[in-house]
């Protein structure tokens, strides 16, 4: 999003897992919009992600409730350790290993295998896996499946979440992921 407003909207109404916020937002500060999220919800983890990078700016950020701070630019493998260390601290993930049977996903190192044998995975489908092996059993609508595989406002081909579930199908085995129709997707549990 790149817009404040629409942010604060959408955090009302989707619940997403944790906000990475960038403080040079076209129609409000986003120290601003801190404030306003933190007076409503204290736990919804935050990191800022910004090209301000003076210590007074990460102090005022850090000390208004963001739970980490990084500038620009940085390194995609760095925010990706911080993000797993935001998860560790808030509980979310109190270890790096999801298994399901003989499947095993490392978010640490984002490492997938079936029975003891690496399976390689693009990004979307490690993304899209990952998301079914943390709630197994649990069907996950085409909604929050395609909110975990693309950025909000990014353009959908209508088959995307289908063609990245047949894929993983086939490099994982069919029987692994189960279709509710006219609902969504649900890891099969062993």
Same mark, same amino acid.
């Given at each position: 999003m790149t817009r404040g407003d629409h942010g604060l909207?959408? !955090?009302?109404?989707? $619940? #997403?897992? %944790?906000? !990475?916020?960038?403080?040079?937002? #076209?129609?409000?500060?986003?120290? /601003?919009?801190?404030?306003r999220l933190r007076a409503n919800n204290r736990r919804l983890p935050v990191l800022i992600l910004t090209a301000r990078d003076t210590i007074n700016e990460k102090v005022a950020g850090l000390d208004?409730?963001? /739970?980490?701070?990084? @500038?620009?630019?940085?390194?995609?493998? +760095?925010?990706? @350790?911080?993000?797993?260390?935001?998860?560790r601290r808030l509980?979310? =993930?109190?270890?790096? !290993? %999801?298994?399901?049977?003989?499947?095993?996903? /490392?978010? @640490?190192?984002? +490492?997938?295998?079936? /029975?003891? @044998?690496?399976? =390689?995975?693009?990004r979307r489908e490690y993304a899209?896996?990952? $998301?079914?092996?943390?709630q197994p059993g649990r069907v996950l609508t085409r909604d929050i499946l395609e909110g975990k595989l693309y950025a909000w406002g990014e353009e959908i081909a209508s088959n995307a979440l289908e063609v990245h579930i047949h894929h993983l199908r086939r490099k994982l085995g069919n029987d692994r992921i189960r279709t509710v129709r006219g609902v969504g997707y649900s890891l099969r549990t062993p």
């Open positions: 909207h959408a !955090i009302q109404t989707d $619940a #997403p897992d %944790l906000v !990475i916020l960038d403080l040079g937002l #076209p129609d409000m500060d986003g120290l /601003d919009l801190l404030r208004l409730g963001a /739970d980490d701070y990084l @500038a620009k630019p940085f390194d995609m493998n +760095e925010l990706e @350790a911080r993000l797993r260390a935001m998860g509980g979310s =993930a109190t270890t790096s !290993i %999801l298994s399901a049977g003989d499947l095993r996903l /490392d978010t @640490a190192s984002r +490492e997938v295998a079936v /029975d003891g @044998a690496p399976v =390689a995975l693009s899209l896996l990952k $998301a079914l092996m943390e």
